[in-house]
């Protein structure tokens, strides 16, 4: 397979993640295009990307005339063929639907260059099946951008069973241009290994209120001001081999037994879906959010980030 360069990016959604995802790939120096249904959402990614970069500006987390670079990058279109076409790099981020995935990867595939790259931003369905009826699966792979794009590090790059190494490393050396920290997930496995951490946590969270161990609020202060608090700086492995992995698999042995272990999510969080209990969305979940504010979560979750970030740049962390 011959060199992959890339020249020009198309990110597909305006919602939650395309917006950053383009801002991240201009700060790496690539144009990039947001591609939308209408002009009216494809100028609202725009002004989102804006926004992000505004922020990483101010708080010093991106140089200003590299920002200023950068939005000079950041386009609009909703010209779908015309923009696949020319693509080097294509990012979807559309609906967690693998009918939805399927169809769209297919048709890019007929559309976009041979040389070009497909990724998907799924956050867990499997790139294989994704790229199950295109031409050239090999030059398709995830990307996986965590939320908020613009401020969370970590990329998780999935090659699917087809999927070509070089593919995977040029885009790995493309988004620490980023300025990213990319990972390469070496097999597709569903939940990929962000979120396959993540959902043994979520799992055993749910289990922990449903048997009445602790209420909701002291599950998420733990976790806030116990281990997740040295996360940032300190990680699980490192954490297990500093304590001593006699120590380690002891303390496992002993709790793995009383642990959720079910196959399936506890029957509590069914209930609770059942019930219409949706989150903040609905009023209530495992909290009442008559009385809590999901965008006072969000902005205290981004201004946490912003800060541990600074830090970063400061001590050089990765």
Known sequence: MPAIEFTNAAVIGTGMMGPGIALTLALGG?????????????????????????????????????VERALGLIAASTEFEETIRTASLVVESGPEDMPFKQDLFERMDRLAS??????????????????????????????????????????????????????????????????????????????????????????????????GI????????????????????????EHMDVTGLDLGLAVVDYVARDLYNEPRAPEYLRDLVRSGHLGAKTGKGFYDWSVKSADQVRARRDEFLVEVLRWRRKTRVS
């Not at 144009?31 to 970069?53: F, M």
């Not at 101010?58 to 590299?66: E, F, K, M, P, Q």
């Not at 493309?174 to 951490?197: E, F, H, I, M, S």
């Open 30 to 66: 690539l144009p990039s295009t947001i591609l939308s249904r209408t002009s009216e959402g494809a100028a609202q990614g725009v002004e989102k990307a804006r926004a992000q970069a505004r922020l990483l500006a101010a708080n010093d987390l991106a140089d200003r005339l590299a």
């Open 114 to 211: 041979p040389q070009a790259v497909l990724a998907s931003n799924t956050s867990g369905m499997s790139i294989s099946a994704i790229a199950a009826r295109c031409a050239r699966p090999e030059r398709v792979l995830t990307t996986h951008f965590w939320n908020p794009p613009h401020l969370m590090p970590l990329v998780e790059i999935v090659r699917g069973e087809k999927t070509s190494e070089s593919v995977a490393e040029a885009v790995r050396t493309l988004l620490v241009a980023c300025g990213k920290t990319p990972v390469v997930v070496k097999k597709d496995r569903p939940g990929q290994l962000g979120n396959r951490l993540q959902m043994a946590l979520m799992r055993e969270a749910a289990y922990i209120v449903a048997e």
């Open 214 to 237: 602790a209420d909701a609020d002291d599950v998420d202060t733990v976790v806030k001001n116990g281990f997740g608090l040295r996360m940032p700086a300190y990680g699980t492995l």
